[in-house]
């Protein structure tokens, strides 16, 4: 019974944790080495500081802002940790802040030899995003008991495949479609095996959201194929030129990755949805037959089309509803909306993803019968 029970202990989590070392090894490796400089910041730095006074405000009888602040920030990192800098903050809504005194913030720092040049980059909201970070996490757990503090685990994991995996290989000039392949490969193992242990239903599961994340990257290409919409296409494609001059980066394969990527979670609630359904009613019900199963999970199936259908359509709508705003107030003729590259490139996205929500299901449903 003990020798059972040992056993079971170390499939369960010797085998993860054995792996676990080993992804760290590679992380390791694949972040080693600097990084091409693409611009020169020589002398250059993000401090921290805090302003102490204001003392010259910007702020016209209306309440917009004209020009910029002259401030004086006393800094808390860097060679000026300590001192009273005055500095200035500009007016605009990308860079620069509307100072008030006691607010924390970024200041930009140029040194050459005692003469430091300043500025306010932006609101210092690094704890904030930390502060809501961690909210999250901790509601998740508190509301999930068990399977919210594994859920926790995945999202973490999955953050440090993106930052510290994907971005390393795409800088190292692997292909970014089969980087985010490998990507959505390591995490919906990871996830659904924290989530559901080593069962069936975390195997179909698995299966299932791998099928769907390979449709949508099928979908993808075909339909950029056929309307002649690439990566390279994108609005911010003159800086990515530069990476692709500089360090040969396989800039036109970033889209179609970013879309498997972001169609990974829809597409594993639908599959793990499916499997833990059909798993419990062989739990519940032994004597099923495999037809009867099969019937089952594409009844759940369906069901979860119906809403799951508009996940990344809205997705990829609200991400676009700035530019979808500027269409309709310039009254942009239809042809000229309909072939624009932003538009395309929205609608690939989203439609190509919920290609493979929605065949991510007979996918989940067929393995799931035959485990």
């Known amino acids: 019974m003990r020798n059972n029970r040992g056993d079971h202990l170390a499939v369960r989590w010797g085998i993860p944790l054995l792996l676990l070392a080993v992804f760290a090894v590679a992380v390791f490796f694949l972040n080693r080495g600097e990084k091409a400089e693409l611009v020169n910041r020589t002398g250059q730095t993000f401090e921290t500081g805090v302003v102490t006074r ?4 910007n702020i016209q009888e209306d309440g917009t802002r004209v020009g910029q602040q002259t401030v004086m920030v006393r800094m808390t990192s860097g060679e ?5 800098l005055t500095t200035t903050s500009s007016a605009g809504y990308l860079f620069g802040a509307a100072c008030t005194a006691g607010m924390k913030v970024v200041v930009l720092q140029s040194l050459a030899g005692d003469t430091a040049v300043t500025s306010i980059y932006s609101r210092d909201r690094g704890a904030v995003l930390l502060v809501f970070a961690a909210l999250y996490l901790l509601a998740l757990c508190l509301v999930g008991g068990k399977q ?11 953050f440090v495949s993106i930052i510290y995996v994907y971005l390393p ?7 970014p479609f089969w980087t985010a392949v490998l990507i959505c490969a390591l995490t919906t193992v990871v996830t659904l095996y924290l989530i559901g242990g080593p069962t069936r239903k975390t195997l179909a599961a698995t299966g299932g959201t791998l099928v769907g994340v390979v449709i949508a990257g099928i979908a993808a290409t075909v339909f950029s194929a056929s309307s002649g919409i ?3 296409n994108v609005s911010d494609i003159e800086n990515l030129l530069t990476l692709w001059e500089v360090n040969d980066i396989q800039v036109g394969g970033l889209l179609f990755s970013g879309l498997l990527i972001s169609s990974l979670g829809a597409v594993m609630d639908v599959a793990m949805s499916i499997s833990s359904a059909m798993d419990e009613l062989c739990t519940q019900r032994p004597s099923i037959t495999r037809g009867e199963l099969l019937r089952a999970g594409m009844r759940v199936g369906r069901d979860m089309m119906g809403t799951d259908s508009n ?6 709508a609200g991400s676009s509803a700035s530019m979808l705003v500027l269409d309709y107030a310039y009254d942009l003729p239809w042809l000229q909306i309909i072939n624009s590259n932003n538009i395309g490139i929205a609608v690939m996205q989203g439609l190509s993803g919920s290609f493979g929500i929605v065949l991510s299901v007979p996918a989940t449903v067929a393995l799931a019968t035959l485990i």
């Open 54 to 57: 204001i003392l010259q405000d």
């Open 80 to 84: 000026k940790e300590g001192e009273e």
């Open 148 to 158: 919210g503090v594994r859920g926790a685990l995945g999202l973490v994991f999955t």
């Open 169 to 175: 290989m795409v800088y190292r000039r692997f292909s």
């Open 230 to 232: 690439s990566g390279w």
């Open 311 to 316: 996940t990344l359509i809205l997705a990829f």
